[in-house]
């Protein structure tokens, strides 16, 4: 492996893996150079104030600017000239908090600088770097002592180490990643650079659907990409950093452009949560407050500053972007009309540096990037729905062309089964429940076909890839052909999503249950019966698949090891019932458990496992089943901790940390013999935390406000 790298060091991919290098910046900072030159300088305020982009524009460059919102833009003092131009004070005033000054000391042979404010000096306390994160995606990267300094993750607060004396080495590559994730510091190429390699920060566009309502122009309103690096073991393959609560952009809107501590927590831990689980997911990286920020949500909070990483954060409401279903204007938004360039420009992009589709220069490519979109949506929902994951606001700008779940907000893991369970207490119709997000990943999914349809069905009448102009001189009547011809693809496209998320929900419930052969009929023999009967009797998801880990078919045939076994089942459900209930819950599961047993002995199943099958399929089933699950609970609770004490709050969020990226690890001594008192402070409270928590925490909903 290459030597790891302080921040500012990691190199840029190509100019022509770049987007800001291949799509349509903001026609008012065309280019780098003149971002710097006619915005940072001289109208900084173009970054912060909420605005609609030219039709054409896929991007805005933007710089971060963490600050409390609106900005006490404080006057001149009694010995201070008078102002005679508001809106130059104004520009001023924003500029000399500008992160454009370029740090004096810099890494050596590094195309990138270091630039800093000079009137914008706020405390930046590091919370969390993502080991899995770091591991995975920027594996050469330097966080000197970072670890030293969080301390160690501890649940109880037992055995702190003491931080040791790190090198200055060390300690300078730990303070310029604090510097840069926290949106304090920022890089960019140097002033000389020509504008066709330089590279600086930015934010997209993108419109969507909110709630099934056209909402417009949209966009990264609190999210600025700041860097984008090659993966060290395949340099075709990119990861793009992007902070989130970093300050305004164009597409705020009202918003102040921030995230709180609570929120950002929550992300933080699920993105990695979810990594762990083999479901498609954006990553996070690092967590920092600003805690001497105010934040004003239904309460005053501190800002926080959450890294993210994906290979792109484009979505569906890009597409929308640049063919709504409808224009509109008002105050603060609208929408522009269509840009048909801009579409094609785009879905160039994504074919080739995203989705990497291959397709040969010149061949039709609409169709195949819809089919892809569709494919990789149906696996991710697939994983959801198997894994009792909501995500809750699933708007046509949620949803990710690469398939990955983002922009974690009021998500929650299923605890007692409820299909028709709503995490966001804002959806007050219940449009995002559990039971049916894959429709509502159809319904977005329809919305990437509509947008894409006339340049569809333009290269289907064509036979061939649609060039530049291919819509400048049509007529309204020949645009609205086209979109007919392309929206025809929308009964194929519904099976494919369909399907492929019928064949991975099936892989993943058989992997759950501990089953190799494939058989079609389990879905309506096994997992509907089981689901339904977890619904009835108010299971514990996740506690019940851990537990039918231990299932033996051996059991069926003894009376007293099944009774033992089922009431092992359904202690999680509602307590204080009746020996009529628990008879009726008995009979239940040995009805399903005797159809269990006889699929498992099957010759075709058994002849996929080796002759010690029950142990096998045990070991195999606790690697899918987790014993730790991101309950509502447990996340209250270390943001609790954090928002009480930092240091111990932090050591908290660390090793929950650690148990969500490891989750199927027997924390709390899983199985042991023995009484709970003989165990360890930290095992005692690996145990708690792996539980269901109190019940009035059950089915907890939050709000879309972070």
Same mark, same amino acid.
């Given at each position: 492996?290459?030597?790891?790298?302080?921040?500012?060091?990691?190199?840029?991919?190509?100019?022509?893996?770049?987007?800001?290098?291949?799509?349509?910046?903001?026609?008012?900072?065309?280019?780098?150079?003149?971002?710097?030159?006619?915005?940072?300088?001289?109208?900084?305020?173009?970054?912060?104030?909420?605005?609609?982009?030219?039709?054409?524009?896929?991007?805005?460059?933007?710089?971060?600017?963490?600050?409390?919102?609106?900005?006490?833009?404080?006057?001149?003092?009694?010995?201070?000239?008078?102002?005679?131009?508001?809106?130059?004070?104004?520009?001023?005033?924003?500029?000399?908090?500008?992160?454009?000054?370029?740090?004096?000391?810099?890494?050596?042979?590094?195309?990138?600088?270091?630039?800093?404010?000079?009137?914008?000096?706020?405390?930046?306390?590091?919370?969390?770097?993502?080991?899995?994160?770091?591991?995975?995606?920027?594996?050469?990267?330097?966080?000197?002592?970072?670890?030293?300094?969080?301390?160690?993750?501890?649940?109880?607060?037992?055995?702190?180490?003491?931080?040791?004396?790190?090198?200055?080495?060390?300690?300078?590559?730990?303070?310029? #990643?604090?510097?840069?994730?926290?949106?304090?510091?920022?890089?960019?190429?140097?002033?000389?650079?020509?504008?066709?390699?330089?590279?600086?920060?930015?934010?997209?566009?993108?419109?969507?659907?909110?709630?099934?309502?056209?909402?417009?122009?949209?966009?990264? @309103?609190?999210?600025?990409?700041?860097?984008?690096?090659?993966?060290?073991?395949?340099?075709?393959?990119?990861?793009?950093?992007?902070?989130?609560?970093?300050?305004?952009?164009?597409?705020?809107?009202?918003?102040?452009? #921030?995230?709180?501590?609570?929120?950002?927590?929550?992300?933080?831990?699920?993105?990695?949560?979810?990594?762990?689980?083999?479901?498609?997911?954006?990553?996070?990286?690092?967590?920092? /407050?600003?805690?001497?920020?105010?934040?004003?949500?239904?309460?005053?909070?501190?800002?926080?500053?959450?890294?993210?990483?994906?290979? /792109?954060?484009?979505?569906?409401?890009?597409?929308?972007?640049?063919?709504?279903?409808?224009?509109?204007?008002?105050?603060?938004?609208?929408?522009?009309?269509?840009?048909?360039? @801009?579409?094609?420009?785009?879905?160039?992009?994504?074919?080739?540096?995203?989705?990497?589709?291959?397709?040969?220069?010149?061949?039709?490519?609409?169709?195949?990037?819809?089919?892809?979109?569709?494919?990789?949506?149906?696996?991710?929902?697939?994983?959801?729905?198997?894994?009792?994951?909501?995500?809750?606001?699933?708007?046509?700008?949620?949803?990710?062309?690469?398939?990955?779940?983002?922009?974690?907000?009021?998500?929650?893991?299923?605890?007692?089964?409820?299909?028709?369970?709503?995490?966001?207490?804002?959806?007050?119709?219940?449009?995002?429940?559990?039971?049916?997000?894959?429709?509502?990943?159809?319904?977005?999914?329809?919305?990437?076909?509509?947008?894409?349809?006339?340049?569809?069905?333009?290269?289907?009448?064509?036979?061939?890839?649609?060039?530049?102009?291919?819509?400048?001189?049509?007529?309204?009547?020949?645009?609205?052909?086209?979109?007919?011809?392309?929206?025809?693809?929308?009964?194929?496209?519904?099976?494919?999503?369909?399907?492929?998320?019928?064949?991975?929900?099936?892989?993943?419930?058989?992997?759950?249950?501990?089953?190799?052969?494939?058989?079609?009929?389990?879905?309506?023999?096994?997992?509907?019966?089981?689901?339904?009967?977890?619904? %009835?009797?108010?299971?514990?998801?996740?506690?019940?698949?851990?537990?039918?880990?231990?299932?033996?078919?051996?059991?069926?045939?003894?009376?007293?090891?099944?009774?033992?076994?089922?009431?092992?089942?359904?202690?999680?459900?509602?307590?204080?019932?009746?020996?009529?209930?628990?008879?009726?819950?008995?009979?239940?599961?040995?009805?399903?458990?005797?159809?269990?047993?006889?699929?498992?002995?099957?010759?075709?199943?058994?002849?996929?496992?080796?002759?010690?099958?029950?142990?096998?399929?045990?070991?195999?089933?606790?690697?899918?089943?987790?014993?730790?699950?991101?309950?509502?609970?447990?996340?209250?609770?270390?943001?609790?901790?954090?928002?009480?004490?930092?240091?111990?709050?932090?050591?908290?969020?660390?090793?929950?940390?650690?148990?969500?990226?490891?989750?199927?690890?027997?924390?709390?001594?899983?199985?042991?013999?023995?009484?709970?008192?003989?165990?360890?402070?930290?095992?005692?409270?690996?145990?708690?935390?792996?539980?269901? %928590?109190?019940?009035?925490?059950? %089915?907890?909903?939050?709000?879309?406000?972070?």
């Amino acid at each position: 492996m290459s030597a790891r790298l302080p921040l500012s060091a990691l190199p840029l991919p190509a100019p022509s893996q770049l987007l800001i290098h291949r799509l349509t910046p903001d026609t008012r900072a065309p280019s780098v150079s003149a971002f710097r030159s006619d915005v940072l300088s001289n109208s900084p305020s173009l970054q912060r104030r909420a605005r609609l982009l030219a039709a054409q524009s896929h991007f805005s460059f933007v710089n971060p600017f963490p600050f409390p919102f609106p900005y006490d833009i404080e006057p001149p003092g009694p010995d201070d000239s008078p102002v005679t131009d508001k809106n130059a004070y104004v520009e001023t005033w924003l500029a000399a908090r500008e992160a454009i000054h370029e740090r004096s000391s810099q890494c050596p042979n590094a195309v990138l600088r270091i630039h800093d404010p000079k009137l914008r000096e706020t405390p930046r306390v590091l919370l969390g770097v993502a080991e899995t994160a770091l591991r995975d995606c920027l594996p050469n990267l330097d966080v000197g002592d970072t670890f030293s300094v969080l301390g160690e993750p501890s649940l109880s607060g037992e055995s702190a180490n003491e931080n040791g004396s790190a090198s200055p080495e060390a300690v300078s590559a730990r303070e310029q #990643l604090v510097d840069i994730l926290s949106g304090y510091s920022v890089l960019s190429t140097p002033e000389s650079s020509d504008d066709s390699i330089a590279f600086a920060p930015w934010s997209l566009r993108y419109s969507g659907h909110q709630f099934g309502t056209w909402a417009g122009q949209l966009g990264d @309103g609190r999210a600025i990409s700041i860097l984008v690096t090659p993966h060290p073991s395949d340099p075709t393959q990119t990861i793009e950093l992007q902070l989130k609560g970093a300050g305004r952009t164009p597409f705020s809107r009202t918003a102040d452009g #921030l995230a709180v501590v609570r929120s950002s927590i929550r992300e933080y831990l699920c993105s990695e949560a979810m990594h762990a689980l083999r479901i498609p997911t954006t990553r996070a990286l690092s967590l920092i /407050s600003l805690p001497s920020l105010p934040v004003q949500r239904e309460r005053t909070e501190s800002a926080c500053v959450l890294t993210r990483l994906a290979p /792109s954060f484009i979505r569906i409401g890009n597409f929308e972007a640049m063919n709504g279903p409808a224009n509109m204007f008002f105050f603060g938004g609208g929408q522009q009309e269509a840009d048909w360039e @801009g579409l094609r420009v785009l879905g160039e992009w994504v074919v080739e540096n995203v989705l990497g589709l291959g397709v040969k220069v010149g061949e039709p490519w609409g169709r195949e990037l819809v089919l892809e979109v569709a494919r990789r949506n149906g696996r991710m929902v697939a994983g959801w729905q198997a894994y009792g994951f909501m995500h809750g606001v699933l708007n046509t700008d949620n949803v990710s062309i690469l398939g990955l779940t983002i922009d974690y907000g009021p998500y929650a893991f299923m605890d007692v089964f409820d299909s028709f369970h709503v995490c966001n207490h804002s959806d007050e119709t219940g449009r995002y429940a559990y039971k049916y997000q894959p429709n509502m990943i159809i319904y977005a999914l329809r919305a990437l076909l509509s947008s894409l349809s006339p340049l569809i069905g333009a290269e289907i009448e064509s036979g061939h890839a649609v060039k530049p102009g291919w819509a400048t001189t049509k007529s309204k009547e020949d645009l609205e052909a086209w979109r007919k011809i392309g929206m025809k693809l929308k009964d194929e496209m519904e099976r494919v999503a369909q399907e492929e998320t019928a064949v991975e929900y099936g892989r993943l419930m058989r992997l759950r249950l501990g089953l190799r052969f494939v058989d079609v009929r389990d879905e309506t023999t096994l997992f509907s019966p089981l689901l339904d009967m977890m619904e %009835g009797q108010r299971l514990d998801f996740h506690g019940t698949f851990r537990t039918l880990c231990a299932f033996r078919p051996g059991m069926s045939r003894d009376e007293e090891a099944l009774d033992v076994f089922v009431r092992r089942l359904v202690e999680f459900s509602e307590p204080g019932e009746g020996a009529r209930e628990w008879e009726r819950k008995r009979m239940e599961w040995r009805k399903w458990l005797d159809v269990y047993a006889a699929r498992i002995g099957r010759e075709e199943e058994r002849a996929l496992w080796t002759s010690e099958v029950d142990e096998e399929r045990e070991r195999a089933m606790r690697g899918v089943n987790p014993r730790f699950v991101l309950r509502q609970w447990v996340l209250e609770e270390v943001i609790k901790k954090v928002e009480e004490d930092v240091h111990r709050g932090r050591r908290m969020l660390g090793k929950v940390m650690q148990m969500a990226t490891k989750p199927f690890e027997k924390w709390g001594a899983e199985g042991a013999v023995g009484a709970v008192e003989e165990l360890g402070e930290e095992e005692k409270e690996e145990r708690r935390f792996c539980g269901v %928590g109190e019940r009035r925490m059950l %089915g907890f909903q939050c709000s879309c406000s972070s």
